[in-house]
């Protein structure tokens, strides 16, 4: 091949040391242009993804007003209703995450999103003048089950689509970019429903037509279809990254042939001309039976070693997250925002109020602390750190629950949130998405994750009943328990600050041939 001036050589040359020069020096927390668009792709469906899990709290509040006018709802449906979105989120993060790695990012990269689209059109399609109270709750239940297989195949996809393209020293910063979108879904949430819920004051309050939150609760869901809608094209446009098209050669990619995969990243999201020419020169990527090797990989001790612990930790971690998050009315009672007087409507504001309140408070301040620092302590420290105060913080409400002064109750749920966020909330999902290889990064992230909701889906079904059975403060001992255990699987975990799995990969397979 020509290496005079122009050729395709001298071209990669270029770009690889353009790669090499650029951003050295810079703390990893300032983006690249390049980096900020692959932040906006797979930030806004993340967005999205927290919108959905998260407004279904206001959501069933105004359902109870406009179902059960004279009743409360029936727990069991409650608790369906909450946890069905995770529910549906099991089983997106368990078929995304494998066809992502069997088949590729680009054939399946956006469809979770019109998954999520199509089920959020139908959840609002709710007929509540036609259907019984309970058949209304089933018929959205359903939907909700669907919009978690998509909100669900949404994790292990832009996760895995983010750390193909991520220079290892940035990896770990543009992961959890992208995971802070979940406390901003979950504050724009609080706050479109203050929004609506303002509008409708006049027909809801001072006219009495409480029913007309039937309105309320469709807009409120049907926004979150307009960055759905926005980010979608730019989902089923990605080209494959070299990273992704290296690891399914035949032979795993070694050390100089992911410094062409960092000379791709450096050009940009899509494929350049740089990194076309790169392209054309791969062989055709192997067809395998891609099953029969995940097994392979996995039924190696140091690798599940490795699988157990991110299952085991996001497991530990969403029990207590989503136990305190998807049950936010015990909290509001304690701050006093538990709309417990005033008119249907004043109740509703009063919720809505005190749910941004505690977003704001600790929710979104959390992640990026640890966007600032995951590069400089480390993703083992801050996980460790994260469970450790997350359990000192939980036995004090736990210990004075009853006891504990309303502002010194915020404090301690403020620091508590804090720390889900600059701790094993955010590490837990950036951890799957580094220490694995390209080939089965995918589906050990979704895996990880579909763990991580089956500890929110048993807190969503059993927590209130749980909490009428032996009171509230127990529980949350309980909650102390698995984040003391989250700590102690973390030690399984390697640091993966700096480590670069196809590399390691490529190694293990040659000491295996040897």
């Known amino acids: ?26 703390p990893p ?49 409650q608790g369906l209703l909450k946890a069905s979105a995770n529910i549906g989120s099991v089983i997106g993060q368990f078929l995304f995450g494998y066809c992502a790695d069997a088949f590729g990012r680009k ?72 995971f802070a979108n979940q406390g901003w879904g979950s504050f724009v949430g609080a706050l479109v429903t ?22 309320v609760w469709r807009i409120i869901v049907g926004l979150s279809l307009i960055p759905a809608f926005g980010t979608l094209y730019q989902r089923l446009t990605l080209q494959e990254s070299t990273r992704f098209k290296k690891s399914q050669e035949a032979e795993l990619p070694e050390q100089g042939d992911l410094e062409k995969e960092k000379m791709g990243a450096a ?11 790169v392209v054309e020169e791969l062989p055709s990527v192997s067809k395998k039976a891609h099953f029969r090797e995940v097994i392979k990989y996995f ?18 971690l969403d029990v207590a997250f989503y136990g305190i998050n998807l049950n936010t009315n015990v909290v509001l009672a304690e701050i006093g925002y538990a709309g417990a007087t005033g008119t249907p409507w004043e109740k509703l504001f009063k919720v809505a109020t005190g749910n941004i309140i505690i977003t704001a408070l600790g929710f979104v301040p959390g992640y990026y602390v640890t966007v600032l620092t995951i590069e400089k302590i480390g993703r083992k420290r801050i996980q460790i750190m994260g469970f450790l105060m997350e359990a000192l913080f939980l036995g004090i409400l736990a210990g004075k629950f009853y006891t504990l002064s309303t502002a010194a109750f915020i404090v301690n749920f403020t620091l508590l949130q804090f720390f889900f966020n600059f701790g094993a909330n955010a590490t837990s999902y950036c951890y799957p998405a580094e220490v694995f290889p390209t080939r089965y990064r995918a589906f050990a992230h ?19 009943s749980l909490t009428a059975t032996i009171g509230t403060p127990a529980v949350l001992w309980i909650f102390v328990g698995c984040s003391i255990l989250g700590a102690g699987f973390t030690l399984l975990l390697p640091e993966v600050a700096g480590r670069d799995p196809d590399a390691i990969l490529a190694q293990e397979l040659k000491e295996q041939q040897q």
């Open 194 to 215: 203050i929004i609506v819920l303002a509008c409708y004051k006049h027909v809801m309050n001072d006219e009495g037509e409480t029913s007309k939150v039937d309105g």
């Open 1 to 26: 091949m020509s290496d005079q001036p122009g050729g395709k050589e001298a071209r990669k040359r270029t770009a690889l040391e353009e790669y090499e020069q650029s951003g050295e020096g810079r």
């Open 299 to 316: 039924s190696e001790w140091r690798h599940l070693k490795i699988l157990i612990g991110t299952c085991s930790c996001w497991f530990l």
């Open 446 to 464: 979704g895996t990880s994750a579909a763990c991580g909701k089956s500890g929110a889906i048993v807190s969503a079904l059993v927590f209130n």
């Open 29 to 77: 927390f300032i983006l690249t242009y390049t980096e900020m668009k692959l932040l906006g792709i797979a930030g806004v469906g993340f967005f999205v993804d927290a919108y959905d899990l998260f407004i279904i709290n206001p959501v069933s509040t105004m359902l109870q007003y406009r179902l059960y006018p004279n009743g409360g709802m029936p727990a069991n449906l």
């Open 267 to 277: 050009v940009g999201v899509h494929a350049t001309e740089s990194e076309s020419d």
């Open 107 to 178: 054939a399946i990269y956006g469809k979770e999103l019109m998954l999520i689209i199509l089920a959020t059109i139908l959840c609002i399609t709710t007929p509540t003048g036609t259907l019984s109270p309970n058949s209304c709750l089933i018929y959205l239940t359903m939907f909700r089950i669907l919009l978690g297989v998509g909100v669900g195949g949404d994790y292990p996809m832009s996760a895995s689509v983010t750390s193909d393209r991520a220079t290892i020293r940035k990896r770990g910063t543009m992961l959890a970019y992208i």
